[in-house]
């Protein structure tokens, strides 16, 4: 380590002075030269492109024209030796730099050390790939972990739909901040574009969420978030769930919505019988309702005041009644158990039965007249 000091002191005082052509050839005690016009060479020379070329680990002999090497400390390599000849390589292609950590063991103070493990800190391949703490594959390689305290900027990817990867992440995506109370924002930069999050792996075709740009006037929906599921039938396309520490099962989906459409708030295995969009478990607690109903006259019960309706006699009712225990055309108590209850052809029903009721009364009321003039 001392010895490789008083080198690099040697470098300093040369490169401090200016004088003539100079160079070293490893000669020991070491002869210091001085130059003050042009290069250095340690190891060998003469040096034509080069301030201050070393070369202490190789064999100068067996080098081209144009190598260099800088080895001022064990496990510290800097070196250049891409070389063809004509358009053949003179040998495979040499890293640009590499740093390691060499570890010794031994007396403190003696010279004679024994090399222990190395370890490789940074590199920098023929091809410019960067390597920390690896030989790098692509153009920035890291073993481990990266810190980034301003800007990354990955990629810049023309056109708006561009199937290029310009991050891929192997793993989870942690977002943290001093404090817990900061918010962590993920924004696409774009009024007139979209920001897509893809379930898949290998194209557009799988679950997403869209947040469209408030100007994107293509995806028909601006400003707004589209969700997207694949799946058919009664399906789960989209799930609500709650995490309660408390219970158990911990986790519960409050609420479902199928690939054909259908809502379930509450228990999610409930069947919706067909014809039917939304099941609440519990009811539903509102201050108004407003049932639409279709064009189609005979959903609505004003025909009974047609000419042509047939009006059951008081007598037929009361048969009914005793028979079947219900009146007629509503549905008994079993039929509502099993099939529900539609409010709107149940108001329709009811008002069915206020109209005929109204009708009997309008009779009655004719009875009761016809019977006061034979009276008097």
Do not use: C
Request: hydrophobic share 35%.
């Amino acid at each position: 380590m001392k010895k490789a000091v008083k080198l690099f002191a040697l470098m300093l005082v040369m490169l401090s002075a200016n004088h003539a052509d100079a160079q070293w050839d490893g000669s020991t005690p070491p002869v210091n030269t001085h130059t003050t016009t042009s290069n250095v060479g340690i190891g060998l020379g003469p040096v034509f492109d080069a301030r201050l070329r070393l070369l202490t680990n190789s064999d100068p002999s067996t080098l081209l024209l144009g190598s260099s090497s800088l080895d001022i400390i064990p496990g510290f390599v800097i070196q250049r030796d891409f070389y063809t000849n004509g358009m053949t390589l003179n040998g495979p292609p040499q890293n640009i730099m590499e740093v390691w950590h060499q570890q010794y063991t031994g007396p403190g103070g003696m010279t004679a050390f024994t090399p222990g493990p190395n370890h490789l800190k940074f590199v920098i391949d023929p091809y410019g790939n960067i390597g920390v703490g690896k030989m790098p594959t692509k153009q920035l390689d890291v073993e481990t972990d990266a810190n980034v305290d301003g800007i990354l900027d990955v990629g810049n990817i023309a056109g708006s739909s561009s199937a290029i990867d310009a991050l891929v992440v192997h793993g989870n995506v942690t977002f943290t901040r001093p404090l817990d109370t900061h918010y962590r924002n993920i924004r696409a930069r774009t009024s007139g574009g979209a920001l897509v999050f893809y379930a898949n792996t290998g194209g557009e075709d799988g679950p997403t969420m869209t947040l469209n740009g408030v100007t994107n006037t293509t995806s028909g929906s601006p400003g707004g978030i589209a969700f997207s599921s694949i799946g058919t039938g009664n399906a789960p396309a989209y799930d609500f769930n709650n995490y309660d520490p408390s219970a158990t099962p911990g986790w519960n989906t409050r609420m479902r919505i199928t690939a054909n459409g259908k809502v379930a708030i509450g228990p999610t295995t409930m069947p919706i019988p067909d014809g039917y969009k939304l099941f609440v478990k519990e009811g539903i607690l509102t201050e108004k309702v407003k049932v639409a109903l279709t064009s189609d006259p005979s959903n609505w019960a004003d025909f009974v005041f047609d000419e042509s309706y047939e009006l059951l006699s008081l007598k037929e009712v009361e048969s009914y009644i005793a028979k079947n225990k219900h009146l007629p055309d509503i549905p008994s108590t079993s039929d509502v158990h099993k099939e529900g209850l539609d409010l709107a052809q149940m108001d329709a029903k009811l008002l069915q039965k206020i109209e005929e009721l109204t009708l009997y009364v309008i009779q009655q009321q004719k009875e009761i007249e016809a019977l006061r003039q034979r009276i008097k």
